[in-house]
């Protein structure tokens, strides 16, 4: 498919000009995941981090998002912290044969467990309705939650959840990814 084709030179493009300060790589029994993340110091604004990333499943989807989140700390030490923000996807089903792309909306959470070893959980979630989807998109529905663990000063391991729900025009809801999955973030 060609949209395969210019979602890959996307993501390749963007990847290579973020500047990344993290790569992260997830895998479940059925996906395959990979981000790129850049860090405020690389964006020159306080708190900001962009994101470039890529799923693929079994069934030969391939999605990809490129967004930007604002995170931030509540007033006082505390172990909470939040975000807002943003994700631009684009997605080539094979199964259905359809393309979806979405401007979603979406906020983080993550709760820094107290300890010897830094620990962490968190999660995302991201929502396009219909007036912000096109193609073959009715909706999208991205969430995420983890249990993080840095097991080495630059490299954390984790396991988590992940379910990618896009509404179809004309068929059911498609999930893309709705699995147990395990990873590394690398930090360079």
């Known amino acids: 498919m060609k949209i395969k084709f210019w979602l890959t030179t996307l993501m390749l493009g963007l ?21 790129i ?14 994101s470039v990333g890529a ?10 998002h490129v967004g930007l989140l604002v995170r931030g700390v ?21 199964t259905p044969d359809a393309s979806v792309g979405a401007l979603a909306l979406g906020a983080g959470a993550r709760y820094l467990i107290p300890g010897n070893i830094p620990m962490a959980v968190g999660g995302d979630i ?4 219909g007036i912000t989807t096109f193609s073959d998109g009715d909706d999208l529905l991205d969430l995420k939650i983890r249990f993080e663990a840095d ?29 147990v999955h395990l990873g590394i973030r690398i930090l360079f």
């Open 15 to 35: 990847a290579s000009t973020a500047q990344a300060a993290e790569f992260e790589l997830a895998l479940s029994k059925d996906t395959a995941a990979i981000d």
């Open 37 to 50: 993340l850049a860090d405020s110091a690389a964006l020159g604004s306080g708190g900001a981090e962009l």
């Open 55 to 64: 799923l693929y499943n079994d069934a030969d989807d391939l999605i990809g």
């Open 74 to 94: 509540p007033a006082g030490e505390q172990p909470f912290s939040f975000g807002l923000g943003g994700r631009i996807y684009f997605a080539a089903l094979d």
């Open 126 to 129: 991201y929502f396009a309705p």
């Open 151 to 179: 097991v080495l000063p630059n490299a954390t391991a984790f396991i988590g959840y992940r379910n990618i729900v896009a509404g179809l025009e004309n068929g059911p809801d498609y999930d893309i990814d709705e699995n």
